[in-house]
């Protein structure tokens, strides 16, 4: 099923007075900096910190009465899991959500916290999905993918129609936009958002080193897997391939990939806190980490709308981050 325009208007008006319309800001050091002018989108300042409050929203709000008393089962290891809590929480939803025994505490804590039952496994041993299925099957609840889905993938791009409409109340036309990048619902939500009301800008992705399955995708024309030697300090953009769904969209409307080592995420880091004065995890910053590390191919064009997706970094870490011992 494809998304269009009008599925994301759609979802905007589900969303109104439930997630936040989080501001567009600007730092005169970092265009400075980079000789840019750079319209930042902070959904770090979103619901559960982090983008993922839209598409969980939008998709249960969409369930029918029957559907809502057998609750939702979804799998992720943070941000998608908490914006399926919240959204189950408002709405009177029973949830449980699959993570991994290793997922960041501070992302673990605030999914249990917003009311959602917490399953944990074993990412080594045990998967995911076939854990989610036996559950749903058990309690017949519905199962919320994490990205591949239209109602998931409609939500994520309110984040665009957002960027775009806020850039042009302030006489910005945008030449490029640039997201972090994992299974592709944000950045083919934001694509279709942004393609739709501005054909000429051009659409980047940010992905970790080591998981940059969407640039291997892109360049094969299909989609493609990687199988990583290693974690990513980028725990939020962890998905070894493309969406089925979000990977059509991505083909279509996306124009580059901007692949980034955890030194350089962890630059954009203390950048965003130094600079800034934005917390953003270091997926969330992967899309800065580009545009600091002079990664991001701007066509020729000066102003670069840029989504910070999340803020959910665990505590300990960010220490350790800003002390520079990463």
Not at 162 to 171: D, F, S, T
Not at 203 to 227: K, M, N, W
Not at 309 to 316: F, Y
Request: proline letters at 6%.
């Amino acid at each position: 099923m494809a998304v269009a325009l009008a599925d994301i208007e759609a979802a905007a008006d589900r969303l109104k007075g439930w997630a936040v319309e989080t501001p567009l800001i600007e730092s005169p050091a970092l265009n400075e900096r980079l000789g840019l002018r750079v319209l930042i989108k902070p959904e770090t300042l979103q619901r559960v910190g982090a983008f993922k409050f839209r598409g969980a929203f939008n998709r249960l709000v969409q369930l029918t009465p029957e559907e809502r008393t057998r609750g939702v089962v979804a799998f992720s290891s943070g941000n998608h899991a908490q914006g399926v809590a919240l959204a189950a929480n408002l709405l009177g939803v029973p949830a449980l959500i699959v993570m991994p025994s290793d997922a960041p505490k501070v992302k673990a804590e605030a999914t249990a916290g917003y009311g959602a039952e917490v399953r944990f496994y074993d990412r080594l041993t045990e998967s995911r999905e076939q854990i989610a299925a036996a559950i749903a099957q058990e309690r017949g609840a519905v199962i919320v993918p994490a990205f591949d889905d239209p109602h998931i993938i409609a939500g994520q791009g309110t984040t665009g129609l957002e960027l775009v409409r806020q850039a042009q109340a302030l006489g910005a036309s945008l030449d490029v936009v640039i997201a972090p990048c994992s299974g592709g619902g944000l950045l083919a939500g934001v694509a279709t958002a942004v393609k739709a009301l501005s054909p000429a800008t051009a659409l980047i992705g940010a992905e970790p080193a080591g998981y940059d399955d969407t640039l291997r995708s892109l360049q094969a024309g299909e989609r493609r897997s990687v199988t990583p030697a290693r974690r990513t300090l980028c725990d939020a953009l962890e998905s070894p391939a493309p969406g089925e769904l979000t990977f059509p969209i991505l083909l279509r409307h996306v124009a580059d990939m901007a692949v980034v080592t955890d030194a350089e995420v962890a630059e954009a880091v203390r950048y965003a806190a130094a600079t800034l004065k934005l917390v953003a995890e270091p997926g969330g910053a992967a899309g800065l980490a580009a545009l600091l590390a002079g990664k991001v191919e701007t066509f020729g064009g000066r102003t670069v709308g840029l989504v910070l997706s999340g803020g959910n970094i665990d505590p300990g870490l960010f220490a350790r981050i800003l002390r520079n011992e990463i």
